[in-house]
């Protein structure tokens, strides 16, 4: 049996299967009919980068689309933020996880987008997901101090540089704010009763 080659480059530019047809006969008088389905390519549309998020909060919904019908998205990254390193297909977002980062700096996933339509995949999009560090506050000792005594200066510090640390005191009738920024700046203590009073100070890193 002789076997005849049909090349060429297939194009289809429109949002459904095509069929391309071929008639071929050949030197023995027999004629043959080929039937060629052609999947058009599939397009993603563009997708933002995101805004930074703390660790164990939601990353935000993904939501992902493209100009053609039937298309399903698949995603990929190296790393781990939270976010499956690969996943799909998904027909219209990335649902929320958890974002994760065990470092002490940012760290920033270049998600890409895959689309595929019947098997075909189109060109990739990329997005960057960053996830700030969560930062570890310096534990302090508890303190004991005289009704009238200034404290001293009470350090609040964290592991991640330039983090922004605020303070709730309860209750605030020790001399001492309800709340505050930073480090613990010298206060008059106050104890008009006659027994100990005690404060709980809770203390929140932000990076």
Not at 8 to 21: C, D, F, K, P, R
Request: aromatic share 6%; hydrophobic share 35%.
């Amino acid at each position: 049996m002789s076997q005849i080659a049909v090349t060429g480059i297939l194009h289809n530019n429109t949002s459904s299967v095509l069929t391309a047809t071929y008639s071929i006969n050949t030197s023995t008088g027999q004629n043959y009919t080929l039937h060629v389905l052609v999947t058009p390519l599939p397009v993603a549309d563009p997708i933002d980068d995101q805004e930074p998020v703390c660790p164990t909060t939601s990353t935000p919904i993904i939501n992902v689309s493209g100009p053609k019908p039937n298309t399903v998205f698949f995603w990929s990254y190296s790393g781990f933020i939270g976010i499956p390193t690969a996943g799909g297909p998904v027909t219209s977002f990335i649902q929320p996880y958890p974002a994760v980062n065990n470092t002490n700096v940012l760290v920033t996933a270049n998600i890409s987008v895959i689309p595929s339509i019947n098997g075909c995949t189109g060109d990739p999009v990329t997005f960057k997901m960053p996830v700030k560090p969560m930062p570890d506050i310096t534990k302090n000792p508890d303190r004991v101090f005289c009704h009238g005594v200034i404290t001293p200066l009470i350090n609040l510090t964290s592991n991640i540089p330039g983090s922004i640390i605020t303070w709730v005191n309860n209750p605030p009738d020790i001399g001492l704010s309800a709340t505050g920024v930073g480090s613990i700046l010298p206060f008059t203590a106050t104890n008009a009763s006659t027994v100990p009073v005690s404060a709980r100070i809770d203390v929140t890193g932000f990076s």
